[in-house]
């Protein structure tokens, strides 16, 4: 059986999300390249695009910022910051967007905090703020969401709401003005997560071979539903060339 | 508004004419690109400060106004440059240790608070934020607000939609119309008289340009006016939004500037070193900022086998191949 | 939203496949500049009727879908074509006898209607109107507006600015966005996938686009894909907006497309004494609408001799010289 | 004396209104000839701009519109109308723009008509409508007005407010919510008309030569002080040669 890492692993696990015909929504790193597999593997129909205006980059290197030159290149239109917000806040077009996200804390409905831990007026540590995200997390269809599983990150109550998730629960986004879409699944480097269609929380979809269900609580500090987790297939060698071979073969983000 | 034929003037004297104490600024480009670098440094070498700064991600040249202690409130988005600093390190250490006021939107908030500026109307809609602490959490206090003029009474306002709930919207986030006293943007090509062209994406800069008082460029190649207006469909600000225009090579170093030249990693890393520790910030400071006279000398000092390195390939726009790490 | 690579189909297919009766449209283009014309005459071929028209200045087409009978409601800032028609004459024809039921905004107002429909938001302010006509006159009745859910229960709200006069603006006036079912443009330049280029002046076609649910897009020239890719500056709509890719030359005559070709004089000048008549312009339909069986043919008949006078020069992009009396 | 026709007047006493650095909004016909012949006589550094959204176009030709191919060429940008109208808007550029316009009614605040003669729901004649008008007239520093002068067009009341003037009077417009500036002067086949400084309120500022002021009056529905009345002079051998020969040779506006 093919080794890999664990930061292959969640590459794979967020590509394979991705549908044909999907508009990716990137940030740098781990995310760009989930997006750049999936369109060497299951979804050579997505188009990537960047906050900044690009629209389907060519990416023959790896960009270091979304405002990297390398995301110019090639593209189908280089636009502006106006332009990639308002195809996100357009309905029609929004709805066939999936934006890829990180932060520092999540909630159990999915909302983020990538702005400040502690007090906001006083705060223990600052962090980069929204940029984007609260952006793409209200207006796309779908986003899938990476973190590292740490019970100081799954937390019951985030600091600061950046980004809205299922904000209360089921129902909720409507209320508030929301688009319909939300998170679709959190990929940490433990497992795989999902939202209950009904009620909007999340549960365990999938552990990381290896990863027992009970592992995963112990890094939370919310409990979730375990009884849905099924053991993840790991990244197949076909998928692992691609990643490693088309698109970090420099290994900037894999490491 | 200036139809002045010739705006052309030195980087000391425009920052000096348009750039006072208090002034409130807004920068072009986006974390690790166009930046205007030289600009920047010749505010930090003028010492000027009390700036309130409007940003969205403008990234290292934000982070060198705070480490230089220009700045006293900052409206911003996102304080990051890409992969070199996931939060900028001395806009951090500000807020941390509270001698820098922010006030926090997304992107597409700052963007469309520019936007609202260059159209001249009081605010813009959004459905961005609504549930967000974005929305609850301010920054500037009510009573802050109140007292100065020169900033709105209110963060942002949630309204109902007043159109009975048309384009599916029970609700809207207006966010208020920015004016900067000034706006700084590095560019690729310019002429005389103050048109500009932009290569690649454009960021927010037409916007924050149109929103602003005063417009400063400066630009990489000064042109001739017959070379910009045999292809106008290519230009984005006409001559009458600008009152300097500034020709200064290399003018985004450290940042990148598309089909000039790439970010400079070297620069970037030995920034994040020298910002995590005070000590070492001081000599950055020292040596690259205050030490040099102008940005031809800083660019000297880099030396020409760096500049060589990142030199952008005519193909792509940037340097292929260039170490990154 | 349409990923497809290959987009490209015929006229006749497009305007079937996304025109219905009864469908809210937009054309693009200006008066006498770049409307899909081509479209234009098919739709009135296939005899499609009950449109509801979404226009700023729309010009030509506009009074051919309206002169043919094919539009019942219309929402517009100016029915005019330059100096062939200070007032489009079967627009004032249809207006005058109250067979066609009219909306008045101006210019900016229908433009920022696209704009909003483009950003999925339900409205954009405005400091026009305020103290006229527009605002208290309602072509479409209160009662109209309530009983059709495809148009919003105001023509327009008038509200005090929530943001205490911010932006030195006491009161802004809403104008409802507008998602039309279809736009119809007429490029220079597209690839198969559906990337668009215009050059000159874009007029609101990118809002048009943006706006709407399905986007037809007519072009000069059909080029290759890296065609567009290499200078992605120049490329305004991209592919995932567009539906449908039909290559037609000539497809803005008898209107201009610039760099490709002027308007044609005569043929304006022979539509105005046609439509100021209706027998002599239901004759003008026969021969130039029914009675050809596409707009190559149309084409034909205007014969070699005219269309070498309107081809434009390749340094200014009309037809220098051209006699435009 | 030089020889001219009325329609050469009536030109050049727009162009005498254009100040230097003033950015000019310029319609089709007899508005944009003024421009062009104010550029080559006493404001060079002048701008023409279109609200479709070309700026400082070269005008080698005469445009038969403002979406004529020949406004597109040699400019500073090739915008669109969201730009051309955001300029107008804006405080800081909107102060610098005199607009010039035309009307098939105006009363006496200087508020135009040109969308309907007759009841809006019952026209009598349907014109064009508003198209830019509107906008400009709310937003910009100046207006220039070209009117034939006739009493069914100089009425006490509109039929339709298209474009506003100083609508009631002193101070509306600031109560309405417009922009401080409004119309400045009127020019028609027979007179140039102002608007006083404290009422608001039309008067004739200069008739032309062989007209007199109760000649003026009899084309009109109300009443204008005369006071002012001065005898306008006539365009001089180097205006007029300058207008004949730069701005239009084919004589396509001049007729």
């Known amino acids: ?255 | 508004m200036n139809s002045d034929q010739n705006k052309i003037m030195d980087l000391r004297t425009a920052i000096r004419r348009f750039v006072n104490a208090g002034a409130h600024i807004s920068i072009g480009g986006f974390t690790l690109n166009r930046n205007p670098m030289a600009a920047v440094y010749e505010i930090i070498r003028q010492r000027i400060t009390g700036l309130h700064v409007y940003a969205h991600s403008n990234g290292q040249g934000v982070d060198e106004l705070v480490g230089a202690g220009c700045v006293s409130r900052l409206e911003i988005a996102y304080a990051g440059s890409g992969r070199f600093a996931p939060t900028c390190i001395r806009f951090r250490k500000a807020v941390e240790n509270r001698s820098l006021a922010v006030e926090d939107y997304s992107n597409y908030q700052m963007t469309l608070r520019f936007m609202a500026g260059s159209m001249g109307i009081p605010f813009l809609p959004t459905r961005s934020g609504l549930g967000t602490s974005i929305i609850d959490k301010w920054g500037f206090s009510a009573e802050l607000r109140k007292t100065d003029p020169k900033i709105p009474n209110q963060k942002l306002v949630v309204m109902e939609n007043p159109l009975d709930g048309w384009g599916d919207a029970d609700r809207v986030v207006l966010v208020p119309a920015i004016n900067p006293d000034v706006t700084i943007l590095h560019v690729q090509t310019a002429d005389a008289q103050g048109t500009v062209r932009i290569q690649g994406l454009t960021f927010a800069d037409v916007e924050q340009a149109k929103a602003a008082r005063c417009l400063i460029v400066t630009c990489e190649e000064l042109v001739e006016v017959d070379v910009l207006r045999a292809a106008p469909d290519q230009n984005q600000i006409p001559f009458f939004c600008v009152d300097a225009v500034v020709p200064v090579p290399w003018g985004a170093f450290p940042t990148a500037c598309y089909r000039y030249y790439d970010y400079d990693p070297v620069y970037l890393n030995q920034y994040r070193q020298a910002a995590i520790d005070d000590e070492r910030y001081r000599t950055y400071l020292e040596m690259f900022v205050y030490g040099v006279p102008d940005h031809h000398t800083l660019i000297e000092r880099v030396g020409h086998r760096r500049l060589e390195a990142i030199k952008a390939d005519p193909q792509t726009g940037y340097a292929v191949n260039l170490d990154r790490r």
Chains 1, 4 share one sequence.
């Open chain 1, 1 to 255: 059986m093919a080794e890999y890492t664990l930061r292959e692993m969640m590459t794979i696990a967020a590509a394979r999300q991705i549908r044909d015909n999907d508009i990716v929504f990137c940030g740098t790193g781990i995310s760009m390249l989930a997006a750049m597999a999936a369109k060497h593997i299951s979804a050579p129909g997505s188009v990537i695009f960047f906050e900044t205006g690009a629209i389907d980059s060519l990416l023959a290197e790896v960009p270091m910022a979304v405002a990297d030159p390398r995301v110019m290149h090639w593209t189908s239109v280089n636009g502006s910051l106006a332009d990639a917000f308002a195809f996100m806040q357009n309905r029609s077009t929004g709805r066939q967007v999936v934006g890829i996200m990180g932060a520092a804390q999540i909630d159990r409905y999915g909302n983020l905090n990538s702005t400040v831990i502690g007090d906001y007026f006083r705060p223990r540590v600052r962090l980069s703020g929204s940029g984007g995200a609260c952006d793409v997390a209200s207006f796309v269809g779908r986003t899938i969401i990476f973190m590292q599983h740490e019970k100081r990150k799954f937390v019951n109550r985030l600091d600061y709401l950046t980004s809205p998730g299922w904000l209360q629960g089921a129902g909720r986004r409507e209320q508030a003005g929301l688009a319909a879409g939300g998170p679709s699944v959190v990929i940490t480097n433990m497992a795989v997560m999902a939202f209950d269609d009904t009620t909007r929380e999340m549960y365990i979809m999938a552990v990381f071979p290896g990863i027992s269900p009970a592992q995963v609580l112990d890094h939370m500090e919310f409990k979730v539903d375990i009884k849905r987790a099924q053991t993840f297939a790991p990244p197949s060698a076909a998928e692992l060339a691609i990643l490693r071979e088309k698109c970090d073969p420099q290994r900037l983000i894999l490491g």
